[in-house]
């Protein structure tokens, strides 16, 4: 089945109802967003900062920028990110790239994070879901302006940035606009060493337009233009030359005060990525390699927010199209020369469709039932499958799969307590690296790595609880949950084949484990010491296993964060203590070995000011105050983190 036909469209949903002024029933919104992009300590945060600041997300780190995000400890494959729901792909074989590194902190109004099945909404997934929400201003009865400009400086890395962003509202049109630039040199450690190759310069913008065109809808179309440029991974042999991206969406939105159906959105996106990395300021490498990408992805996301009595429902319809092009190409130390070529990613195309639905039910004014599923079908197509048949004779050069899920949990608050019991069960497909890619070089074990197309799905099985208690005081809560996923896909080391990358000490294929568990524990606590002085602490514990009893990598060790907040009229100070305990389950099959403890010392102060309507605050911080040298079990090659920082912004907003 070459072409994926869709006989069939749900109406769709979006919660953000900009586009009336009427009011309309209460609507329950069943995710969980954080709605300022920025953290307690820190004013002018990149995403991946952001993201950082949540108990379920760690990440990946070769380098000052593009993190690789790892939900519920489990890596971007096992998840899916979105940006208002638009699927979107990177370009990189070494995930270089991901979906956050493609928007700015002043572009998102927030980030819905689900966790597990409850995530399958976007798509078929074992981790969960992250979404990125682009700024919406609402229609307004009256012609308003908005804006914000942001400005500061980070010592360590000489960064420099710009944020600005404007918004325009009327009865019958909306505009929204943001420009920012970021410009960093190489950071020093904790020893004041210089980390080379750690400078990136990033330029990204968007604009959405939105026209109502009757009282109760609207249309919208919106755009994001980012750009990165002479980006360095020091844990890698080759850096960034450029990447590009556009991102473009237009949507129709249709509100109902009645009636069984209340929102309905429909959205087409197309989105085109490029991604060049090459080694030409690596003059140490004994052969040159350029690395470029290509992922293109035209896709439809449509939903409907239904009531029904005490039932609230979505529907969602999700269905894309993507090409995902790679290439090697190897050159002696006279570029003009070309040795070899190969694709990594031999053109292959990913279709896919699904029907999703979540559900809640208050069964009481003290307990809910949140419900769903989803279904979906995934078909790829390689263009050259021979390069996968010289590892796996007979390979198939396309494949279809079906990708179950289902969902439940259910919630009680009584009195000051909070209780929550869930399950989930669910189907990913491998991913393009795992099906199809082709000595796809890994620095952190030092193997090539090559895809199998007939993997078999991973499924997952989960279960998860939580506990809380409050007062007006006080608060402390508890999260568990646990994964058992059969057919768990990961690399081992292959007997046949040798190595294309000459640093490369073998070749791995990716392969299915019998089963892999993954246990995650999360505490938090809060406390108001006095009416302006706030107590939080978080404790997370992670735990994660293969089939053999062995370790899995990257799996985050017992973690910290303590901060305290004291507010005096237009004052604000903060300060935080947060680090790791010595990472004793870690893998050498995966090229992992053993990282010590550390915490670090932080602080901030700001303060808030009027020149005439213009909200102005001045902030002054430092992150790592001590200059402690670390480096995390999520540092890839041991790469120090950056040592002390001394950060200072200034922002002005209408």
Not at 89 to 113: H, Q, R
Not at 162 to 183: H, I
């Amino acid at each position: 089945m070459k072409k994926l036909i869709i006989g069939f469209l749900f109406l769709g949903i979006n919660a953000n109802a900009q586009d009336s002024t009427i009011a309309l029933k209460e609507v329950t919104i069943m995710a969980r967003a954080k709605k300022k992009i920025e953290t307690e300590m820190k004013m002018a945060v990149t995403v991946d900062e952001f993201l950082a600041s949540s108990d379920q997300i760690s990440f990946i780190k070769r380098g000052a920028y593009a993190w690789e995000p790892l939900l519920n400890n489990m890596s971007t494959e096992r998840s899916v990110i979105t940006i208002d729901g638009m699927h979107i792909f990177g370009a990189c074989t070494d995930k270089m790239d991901p979906v956050t590194s493609y928007v700015e902190s002043n572009n998102l109004s927030a980030i819905d994070i689900k966790s597990g099945q409850e995530g399958s909404l976007h798509g078929a997934t074992v981790a969960g879901s992250i979404d990125l929400k682009r700024k919406s201003t609402p229609f307004s009865s009256e012609n308003k302006w908005r804006g914000a400009y942001q400005t500061g400086l980070e010592f360590n890395n000489k960064q420099f940035f710009n944020l600005g962003n404007v918004s325009y509202s009327g009865q019958r049109f909306v505009a929204d606009g943001s420009v920012s630039f970021r410009k960093a040199g190489n950071y020093t450690d904790g020893n004041r060493a210089e980390v080379n190759h750690s400078q990136y310069n990033k330029f990204n913008s968007s604009l959405g337009l939105a026209y109502k065109t009757r009282p109760l809808s609207s249309v919208r179309v919106d755009a994001i233009f980012d750009v990165a440029k002479d980006v360095g991974f020091p844990a890698l042999p080759m850096d960034l030359w450029l990447s590009r991206a556009l991102i473009t969406s237009a949507s129709y939105k249709q509100l109902s005060e009645n009636g069984l159906i209340r929102v309905w959105d429909t959205k087409l996106y197309f989105n085109a990525v490029e991604h060049y990395m090459d080694d030409t300021k690596r003059p140490e490498n004994l052969v040159h390699m350029d690395m470029p990408g290509w992922s293109t992805t035209y896709g439809l996301v449509s939903g409907a927010n239904a009531i029904a009595g005490r039932i609230h429902s979505e529907i969602q319809l999700n269905a894309y199209s993507n090409l995902s092009i790679a290439e090697m190409r190897m050159y002696p130390q006279d570029r003009s020369q070309r040795t070899m070529f190969a694709y990594s990613w031999p053109w292959v195309t990913t279709q896919f469709a699904s029907i999703a639905m979540n559900n809640s039910w208050d069964i009481s004014a003290q307990s809910r039932l949140n419900f769903g599923g989803s279904l979906g079908y995934n078909y790829n197509f390689s263009r050259y499958a021979e390069f996968n048949r010289i590892f796996h004779p007979g390979a198939p050069r396309e494949k279809s799969r079906m990708l179950p899920a289902l969902h439940a949990a259910y919630q009680l608050s009584t009195g000051h307590f909070d209780f929550s019991a869930g399950t989930g069960y669910g189907h990913r497909a491998p991913s393009v690296s795992e099906a199809y890619g082709y000595y796809i070089y890994n620095s952190f074990d030092r193997y090539d790595y090559i895809g199998d197309p007939a993997l078999k799905n991973e499924i997952s099985y989960e279960v998860n609880a939580g506990a809380g208690f409050k007062t007006g005081k006080a608060a402390i809560e508890a999260r568990v949950n646990y994964f058992y996923i059969r057919n768990y896909i990961i690399g081992r080391i292959l007997s046949l084949g040798s190595p294309m990358n000459y640093q490369s000490v073998g070749v791995k294929g990716y392969t299915s484990l019998d089963h892999a568990r993954i246990f995650n524990v999360v505490m938090n606590a809060r406390y108001d010491i006095l009416p302006h002085l706030h107590w939080k602490g978080t404790l997370t514990y992670a735990r994660a296993t293969d089939n053999r009893g062995g370790n899995l990598p990257f799996i985050r060790p017992v973690s910290y964060q303590s901060s305290l907040h004291f507010m005096h009229r237009n004052m604000s100070f903060r300060t935080s203590v947060n680090g790791d305990f010595t990472q004793k389950n870690y893998s050498p099959e995966y090229g992992e070995d053993q990282t010590a403890d550390y915490w670090v010392w932080n602080a901030s102060a700001d303060y808030s000011f009027r020149l005439k309507n213009v909200r102005t605050v001045v902030q002054l911080g430092a992150e790592n105050l001590l200059d402690a040298w670390y480096s995390t079990y999520a540092d890839w090659g041991n790469i120090p983190r950056m040592g002390r920082n001394i950060f200072t912004s200034l922002k002005f907003s209408l």
